[in-house]
């Protein structure tokens, strides 16, 4: 692996395992630290305004964690039924009702991207938006999910990715931005920065996930 451009450091600012999994696929090398930051939605705070929001506070909130001259990338994802922000749940019968509230419908996950360079603080950010159905599970599916652990760390008590409970019916947008870091997107933000990836992020994604995504095309050409 290479660092991305002039032996800068690459700051991963997330304790997510997926995240460390999909920014991988990159083929950078990079550091990980995790912060500890208040999330709570603001009222009346929208989902997209939110996450753009959180995000960006979390990379000023790794800045005192990271050697000067390192470039700190954070992301946030939301789950939001319309304009209902839908965050972790605090324990299994929150997360029982928020699957049962997203059961046979279609919702929305923000995910927003953020750089920090610590040399000059720039900041670039970028927002990406999947419409997500979710299939008409059981009571009983619920519950025993829920019971596995797996949506306790997981905005809208969910992971796309769980081949036992496979809660998703189909998506409209990127797989990666539900499963929280956008790869093509992040492409989009480092090109801001004069910096390219050196794997064919798309094929990996693609073949990482085992996917096909129609979408890769129309976001790398985004500026």
């Known amino acids: 692996m ?22 991988r696929l990159l083929g950078f090398e990079f550091e990980r630290v995790v912060g500890t930051l208040d999330e709570t939605p603001r009222s009346g705070e929208l989902p997209d305004a939110y996450t753009l929001r959180v995000s960006l506070e979390k990379a000023y909130d790794s800045v005192e964690m990271v ?20 965050g972790k749940p605090d ?22 991207i953020t750089l920090l360079d610590t ?8 927002l990406a938006i999947t419409q997500v159905t979710m299939r008409d599970y059981s009571d009983m599916e619920i519950a025993h999910y829920v ?31 539900v499963m929280g870091l956008p790869l093509c997107h ?14 064919d992020v798309p094929t990996n994604c693609q073949q990482f996930n085992q996917i096909e995504c129609p979408v890769y095309d129309d976001v790398l050409r985004m500026q």
């Open 147 to 177: 019971a596995s652990g797996d949506s306790k760390d997981k905005a809208g008590s969910y992971g796309i990715q769980n081949g036992d409970f496979r809660p998703v019916a189909r998506i409209k947008g990127c797989y990666a931005n």
């Open 186 to 199: 992040l492409i989009v933000c480092l090109r801001r920065f004069g910096v390219e990836p050196h794997t």
């Open 67 to 86: 050697k000067k001259g390192s470039v700190i990338l954070t992301a946030d994802t939301t789950v939001a039924d319309g304009d209902m922000i839908l």
């Open 91 to 112: 324990n299994e019968a929150h997360a029982e009702a928020m699957l049962r509230q997203l059961r046979n419908r279609t919702h929305q996950v923000y995910t927003a």
């Open 119 to 126: 040399t000059d603080n720039h900041v670039e950010q970028i």
């Open 2 to 23: 290479s660092t991305p451009t002039n032996r800068r450091t690459l700051v991963l600012a997330s304790g997510s395992p997926r995240r460390r999994e999909l920014l």
